[in-house]
């Protein structure tokens, strides 16, 4: 049985042997939950980018990005058949509410005070938002406590109950203390547990931490990397990455009117280009002879960014960028939307059973302390599933809290999952990679971890964290004699 079908059979277990409503509710909900595509919550500061970098990652612009009411509401983006926007009232009730679209993005029409609503729900026919649905959620350290409360309430888990998200990417502007603190309060339990996988850190607005020049993106993959070797961080977010997001929501949204624009600029004279390009303010206010009114100018500047703007010139200048589909590429490549698309892929997609797993098992547990023989089934699936087991491998590893040589970390890293869950990243090798050089790979790999295992003088932990790599490799060793 798959760690998926062990829990849908405890899950039915205990819907047959709890006889209370409300804890019937809660595991309804943890079965619904199970079928349901993978809840990723984007989180952070206020004005951190949140709503823009879900614009981007949607390829469309749908989440208000000014301080109107609806930003201080949770919002769920997900796939449906037509665009719907429903409101799930504190009281339970749920109610269908009317939307136009103001400059691209859906405005909605909340027809109470915002403290009635608990969260929106928007349906959007999205290939992007089939894997997982995307939760826009109201900015920290709001001047209202009560919209951050939002957040924490809607995120935060304990010990007797998940947040509402099965993994979170959080944005950094900069590592403060209460960064931390929220990561750490998204966790709950499970850094006791030494398991936390459901949480990527982005370094947002990154075109903005070199003072938007050109080797803005440079800076800010060093600024990222620091970030990410600093011991608590990695320890909360294993995985940090620079995003320029008004790049990204640009790249993926460009207009040919836009295009054309920026085109003009790269035609001007360089020096009065270079003298309009030197703030914001002189782009967006200052008369010039470039033949681009300062009108359009301000939406290029609200659209792209300063950065954004000096870069298209340069690409269109060089000859790089020839048309608007050539710049949307180069901008959506500049902006490093891939990089977190690949790492949401390996970090949370391929380990999408393990997260909705674990947050099933957290809201049964939190129900089920009167039945110990549910506790005890709750328990042992948490303890003896290898998918959790390499879970918690993983955060010992980035924890460094494992002894061993770095390349044999590394490997182990590999082998568990920890740059993919697909054979051929586990082994190491190309994904065109035929079958018979993955199996040969696989048992070579399974048969050197097992004399790590069994090697007298290894260390206990070192002995353990050697079996479960052998497990993993005996894992693929079987699917692939079976394919």
């Known amino acids: 049985?798959?760690?998926?079908?062990?829990?849908?059979?405890?899950?039915?277990?205990?819907?047959?042997?709890?006889?209370?409503?409300?804890?019937?509710?809660?595991?309804?909900?943890?079965?619904?939950?199970?079928?349901?595509?993978?809840?990723?919550?984007?989180?952070?500061?206020?004005?951190?980018?949140?709503?823009?970098?879900?614009?981007?990652?949607?390829?469309?612009?749908l989440a208000p990005t000014d301080a109107g009411?609806?930003?201080?509401?949770?919002?769920?983006?997900?796939?449906?058949?037509?665009?719907?926007?429903?409101?799930?009232?504190?009281?339970?009730?749920?109610?269908?509410?009317?939307?136009?679209?103001?400059?691209?993005?859906?405005?909605?029409s909340l027809g109470r005070p915002l403290v009635e609503v608990d969260h929106l729900v928007v349906e959007v026919p999205s290939r992007r938002l089939r894997q997982h649905t995307l939760i826009?959620?109201?900015?920290?350290?709001?001047?209202?406590?009560?919209?951050?409360?939002r957040t924490y309430s809607f995120l935060e888990a304990d010990e007797d109950s998940p947040g509402?998200?099965?993994?979170?990417?959080?944005?950094?502007?900069?590592?403060?203390?209460?960064?931390?603190?929220?990561?750490?309060?998204?966790?709950?339990?499970?850094l006791a547990n030494g398991s936390p996988i459901n949480a990527i850190g982005v370094l947002s607005r990154a075109d903005e931490i070199g003072g938007c020049q050109l080797d803005s993106m440079e800076s800010a993959h060093r600024v990222a990397s620091r970030y990410q070797a600093d011991e608590r961080m990695r320890r909360l977010c294993p995985v940090i990455v620079p995003v320029a997001g008004l790049l990204a929501a640009a790249g993926a949204t460009l207009r040919e009117s836009e295009f054309r624009a920026l085109a003009t600029l790269a035609a001007a004279d360089l020096d009065e280009v270079v003298?309009?390009?030197?703030?914001?303010?002189?782009?967006?206010?200052?008369?010039?002879?470039?033949?681009?009114?300062?009108?359009?100018?301000?939406e290029l500047l609200g659209r792209l960014g300063v950065f954004g703007v000096r870069?298209?010139?340069?690409?269109?200048?060089?000859?790089?960028?020839?048309?608007?589909?050539?710049?949307?590429?180069?901008?959506?490549?500049?902006?490093?939307?891939?990089?977190?698309?690949?790492?949401?892929?390996?970090?949370?997609?391929?380990?999408?059973?393990?997260?909705?797993?674990?947050?099933a098992l957290a809201a049964l547990h939190g129900v089920v302390g009167g039945h110990p023989g549910l506790v005890s089934a709750v328990e042992e699936i948490r303890a003896s599933a290898h998918e959790f087991v390499e879970v918690r491998l993983l955060h010992q590893l980035r924890s460094e809290r494992l002894p061993g040589r770095p390349e044999q970390l590394a490997e182990m890293e590999r082998l568990l999952g920890g740059l993919g869950a697909s054979a051929p990243e586990r082994l190491g090798l190309p994904p065109d990679a035929v079958p018979s050089l993955l199996l040969a790979a696989a048992q070579d790999a399974l048969a050197r971890w097992m004399r790590v295992a069994e090697h007298p003088l290894s260390a206990r932990e070192v002995r353990f964290a050697a079996r479960a790599t052998a497990r993993s490799c005996e894992g693929i060793v079987a699917a692939l004699s079976a394919a």
């Open 275 to 298: 003298s309009l390009l030197l703030t914001a303010s002189r782009f967006a206010t200052a008369s010039s002879p470039v033949p681009v009114p300062a009108a359009q100018r301000r």
């Open 69 to 108: 009411e609806c930003t201080r509401v949770v919002t769920w983006y997900r796939d449906g058949a037509a665009y719907r926007v429903r409101s799930f009232l504190a009281d339970g009730d749920v109610e269908p509410r009317p939307f136009d679209r103001v400059a691209g993005a859906l405005r909605v």
């Open 1 to 61: 049985m798959t760690l998926l079908d062990r829990t849908r059979a405890l899950l039915a277990q205990a819907s047959r042997e709890l006889t209370d409503p409300s804890s019937l509710k809660v595991v309804a909900a943890a079965s619904a939950r199970l079928e349901e595509p993978l809840r990723v919550a984007i989180a952070g500061m206020v004005k951190a980018g949140k709503s823009t970098l879900l614009n981007a990652m949607v390829g469309e612009e």
């Open 164 to 190: 509402q998200a099965d993994a979170v990417i959080y944005l950094l502007r900069h590592m403060h203390g209460s960064d931390l603190n929220f990561l750490e309060a998204f966790h709950g339990d499970d």
């Open 311 to 359: 870069l298209s010139v340069s690409l269109i200048r060089s000859g790089a960028a020839t048309n608007a589909s050539a710049l949307a590429r180069e901008l959506l490549a500049q902006s490093g939307l891939a990089r977190l698309t690949d790492v949401l892929g390996v970090q949370f997609v391929s380990r999408s059973q393990v997260l909705k797993a674990r947050s």
């Open 136 to 149: 826009d959620t109201p900015g920290l350290a709001s001047l209202s406590s009560d919209v951050s409360q």
